[in-house]
């Protein structure tokens, strides 16, 4: 099984998001992880957003990269500028990749506006992890 760790700067919404897309899709291929480099807790909105699609992440924990010290990854992938500019080396044959998406938090409008751009990132994240995974596991 391949292990994957999804890094932001908060771990707060789209690793979130991703952690729980992946695991849910590719559940018995995949085991995929979150982290972030400065973590802010989990975001709700993302929580509800995930709850539409009917994963739950609404128990994951919103941690900090040094808990994943010293484990081996087939895959870091950075999903935020930032988090792709201070993310650690990760040695051992890991492949480290940058695929970005809009941060949903950064948002503005009204709450259906708002939401609407959470729906998005996640249907976002869904399509292009699932894309590039489904390629990855036919090599």
């Known amino acids: 099984m391949k292990r994957v760790l999804f890094l932001c700067t908060g771990n707060s919404c789209r690793s979130q998001m991703a ?4 695991n849910q899709d590719f559940a018995g291929q995949i085991e ?17 957003v995930m ?16 808990k994943y010290e010293g484990q081996a990854f ?12 201070k993310c650690p080396v990760f040695f051992g044959g890991t492949e480290r990749i940058h695929i970005g998406f ?10 259906d506006e708002i939401r609407n751009v959470y729906r998005r990132v996640r249907d976002e994240i869904r399509q292009q992890l699932g894309d590039f995974f489904r390629r990855e596991l036919k090599r």
Do not use: M, W
């Open 51 to 66: 709850a539409e699609i009917d994963i739950d992440i609404s128990l994951n924990s919103s941690d900090h990269i040094s």
């Open 74 to 85: 087939d895959y870091v992938i950075t999903l935020c500028g930032d988090a792709n500019e």
């Open 102 to 111: 809009d941060d949903p938090p950064r948002a503005t409008g009204t709450d």
């Open 19 to 22: 952690d729980g897309i992946i």
């Open 32 to 48: 995929a992880f979150s982290a972030g480099t400065a973590p802010h807790g989990l975001n709700l909105k993302a929580v509800q």
